[in-house]
């Protein structure tokens, strides 16, 4: 097994003390960015909330209505041969407010950071604590998902991706981790 100090964790920790000692307006943003991604992960819930509300939405997503682009086993990417939501406005709208999402987490980390490795940090912490926040919202709101292993639609852009809800929750864990180091450089 390597030494801490080989695979980075000695650097990794010392850049944290760093960030923390030597810069408190850098400290504040990043406090603001986890705290926008928390409220804007209720947001998103609320809004999936409602649409599963108002849509009949049950749970379960059968693959036999998709066609399978790509299977990677933790994610699939899909063609749907039906809409997901019945009504095809509704669901360019719910494209387009996916759309503006990943604008404004995008808009958030320049106006966060000075340099693009923080800007991108700062879109990564943003952006996971979003997801996180999602999915924990979602579990209070409508006690969903009912195991890390229910099947979830992700996104629907580029194209539609679907699979265990597990994925985004370890994705997201990893994006935070990556984004506080580039943040904190």
Known sequence: MLAPERWGHGRYTEAVRRFTR???SRRANLLFLIIFGVAF???EAAVVYYLRILLHFRD???IAHYKVLLNLGF???VSPVHSLIVNHRVSDIEVARESATLIMLICLA????RSWRQR?????????CWDLSYYV???LLEDWPRSVMT???FFLIPVTSIGPVITPIVISILLLALGLKLFAD
Do not use: R
């Open 151 to 153: 099947k979830d639609v």
């Open 60 to 62: 379960g997503y059968s």
């Open 120 to 128: 991108t940090g700062a879109f990564l912490v943003s952006f996971a």
């Open 110 to 113: 320049f106006v966060a950071a």
């Open 41 to 43: 992960g209720f947001a």
């Open 75 to 77: 994610i699939t990417f």
């Open 22 to 24: 030597e810069n408190p």
């Open 137 to 139: 919202f979602l579990k």
